[in-house]
């Protein structure tokens, strides 16, 4: 049975992780209730690196929550979200961060934060009102010509608050909104398309304002996904911040790709990025599984340069037929499947119409020009092409 379309753009939320013996993600209802309210497929991310492609390839948008207030943030939850945010934006990935969230931008954004603050402790303005932020609590000042300004339709606005740590106002970032004592409140980054962070918390819908910043984000998201979903390989690439590269040169003899009737044959193909080799090494040795994956994509990326060379454009392709996958590997690495996921995933993406295929991934102990994989592809071109 086929299965549903997601309704609304997906979002991904990256949660709380507690530091304890049997550690746990949390996150609060309101903020998937707050997305699905606006529009949005909210789905929760769990803090794993090695899935951090996969997750990045297929989302509309990415909201980074909160933290519990005045604790510490897991190691393992400020690895990842920091790759998570870069990724998105250098995709364009629409991005919001809430409280912590807001703070861990800026902090890629060449910001730091002041934890502890003992601004926000004082009386003037109040941001630690309450153990749960579901009554306004002070108010801000908006930055005329921001986003924000534009989605609120105003110059003040009130709203929650519950954070112990506040982010400098230095960075690649303008700041959109203060609180009285000059508290950074809400921030916008430079040239990177929706990237938005405010210090409240919106999720719990409390004003008009909290339910614009959704749906405008939201609504940025959903239109990231129309345009991914119309625009071809070449705009589903663009929107991952990847390129098709040209074909390579094969270097011996024998040609990058054969067409017999309607299948075309890529020879194997090494990850060369700018026409260069990647990486060298083998995986379980000295090559990641996160670095394994990425020579696989690039990999892919080159086969695909192969199959559209032959084929005259990859809007030609039907289908495919199978993807062969090999890993150099150490003799007790067994997670051959895991790296070649990498382009597999990648396929997915680029054909969501299209991508199913065959696939084997086989362990070796070398490979040509000493890179950890190599990548060969068989698709299926349409009738009369």
């Known amino acids: 049975m086929k299965a549903a379309a997601i309704q609304g753009p ?8 507690t ?4 550690p746990e993600y949390a996150v609060r209802a309101n903020y998937a209730e707050a997305i699905a309210e606006a529009g949005g497929a909210p789905l929760i991310l769990p803090c794993e690196i090695a899935f951090l492609e996969t997750a990045l390839a297929v989302a509309d948008g990415i909201l980074i929550a909160g933290a519990n207030p005045g604790a510490d943030v897991t190691d393992k939850r400020t690895e990842f979200e920091k790759a998570l945010v870069q990724g998105a934006l250098a995709r364009q990935i629409p991005l919001l961060g809430i409280c912590h969230g807001m703070q861990l931008i800026g902090e890629h954004l060449g910001g ?23 009554a306004v609590a002070h108010e801000i000042l908006i930055e005329p010509g921001s986003h924000l300004a534009r989605l609120s339709e105003a110059t003040r606005a009130d709203v929650n608050s519950l954070h112990r740590h ?40 409390l004003t008009e304002l909290d339910r614009r910043i959704l749906a405008g984000f939201v609504g940025e998201c959903s239109a990231r996904a129309r345009t991914v979903a119309r625009g071809g390989v070449a705009s589903r690439l663009a929107a991952l911040g990847l390129a098709l590269p040209d074909a390579p040169v094969p270097p011996g003899a024998f040609v990058g ?48 340069a192969q199959l559209g060379k032959v084929a005259g454009g990859l809007e030609r392709v039907a289908g495919f037929v199978r993807l062969a996958g090999y890993v150099a590997a150490a003799p007790d690495f067994t997670r051959h499947g895991a790296v070649i996921d990498g382009a597999s ?24 020009r000493g890179v950890p994989v190599e990548i060969e592809l068989s698709a299926v071109l349409k009738e009369g092409e």
């Open 257 to 304: 790709a054969v067409r017999h009737g309607n299948v075309v044959t890529v020879s194997g193909q090494v990850p060369l990025k700018d026409g260069t080799v990647m990486t060298t090494g083998r995986l379980g040795q000295d090559v990641s599984l996160e670095e394994g994956q990425d020579c696989a994509r690039y990999a892919l990326l080159n086969a695909l």
């Open 112 to 134: 730091h934060v002041v934890r502890d603050d003992p601004a926000l402790l004082a009386e003037v303005t109040p941001h630690i009102p309450q153990a749960v932020p579901n």
């Open 19 to 22: 530091d304890s013996a049997e």
């Open 345 to 368: 995933e990648l396929l997915r993406t680029l054909f969501p119409e299209n991508w199913a295929h065959a696939r084997v991934a086989l362990g070796v102990s070398s490979l040509p």
């Open 166 to 205: 506040a982010l400098a106002d230095t960075g690649r970032f303008r700041v959109a909104a203060r609180a009285p004592d000059g508290v950074v409140e809400a921030i916008e980054a430079h040239g990177q398309g929706f990237c938005m962070g405010v210090q409240w918390h919106p999720e719990y819908r």
């Open 10 to 17: 997906l979002i991904l939320i990256s949660p709380d992780l």
